[in-house]
């Protein structure tokens, strides 16, 4: 039997220091790669709507790993807002927004991150009553000495860095006051995804973990 789950989290940010940012071509891994992530310390994971599988894997990874924190990531269009929570989605991640795509993950009665990569955006979204964001794509946006300027001018603003997030950079990030968690992938390399390793990817995700 599916478990229930518990109430959303106020914050995406206040979920886990590391969010592993999950591209899932084959729904049957989603389970078996949740449960490594969750075992290793990481129990908010965002799967991406990059591929046919992905709202299967949001799917059952909401019905079968009660531990997980399972969200939906590129998130673009209030469609895709309707039918990740629909597949349990409990929090939305999107690449940048719009004013329909804001008003629809407002309305979705769980936790949303809407990217930005400039100040203006940053604003503009503060301006609509939001102070919670992904930054994106980090690195090639000016990194963690961008959102360290951002922080003077802007202290409401906080912001989870998703692009170019590694575990050289991630400490940088996290230790600035305006950055809540960042968002990667190298805890699940392809090769050991495609070798179904998944010991390979709890360590992985261990050592994530640890960061701070």
């Known amino acids: 039997m599916p478990s229930t789950p518990s109430a ?4 995406v940010l206040d979920l886990a220091p590391v969010v592993p940012v ?7 891994d989603a389970v078996p790669l949740a449960r490594a992530l969750v075992a290793g310390g990481l129990p908010a994971i965002e799967v991406t709507l990059r591929t046919p599988a992905a709202l299967d894997a949001i799917r059952a990874i909401a019905a079968e790993v009660p531990d997980a924190v399972v969200g939906a990531g ?3 269009s209030p469609a895709n807002v309707a039918d ?3 597949a349990g989605a ?3 991640v999107s690449p940048g927004w ?7 993950m407002k309305g979705s009665g769980v936790p949303f991150l809407p990217g930005v990569s400039t100040t203006s955006e940053v604003v503009a979204l503060l301006e609509r009553g939001v102070s919670e964001m992904k930054f994106f794509p980090a690195e090639a946006a000016g990194g963690a000495a961008y959102l360290k300027s ?3 001018p ?3 603003a906080r912001f989870c860095p998703t692009g170019g997030i590694s575990p050289a950079n991630a400490p940088s990030y996290l230790a600035l006051k305006n950055v809540g968690c960042v968002g990667g992938s190298w805890m699940l390399p392809a090769d050991a995804v495609a070798a179904k390793d998944w010991a390979r990817v709890e360590s992985l995700a261990r050592e994530a973990s640890g960061l701070v």
């Open 8 to 11: 959303p989290a106020a914050s």
């Open 22 to 28: 999950v591209v899932v071509d084959d729904a049957a």
């Open 74 to 76: 590129t998130v673009i």
């Open 84 to 86: 990740s929570v629909s």
């Open 90 to 92: 409990r929090f939305l």
């Open 98 to 104: 719009t004013d329909a795509l804001l008003v629809a």
């Open 150 to 152: 951002l922080a003077g």
């Open 154 to 156: 802007l202290p409401q």
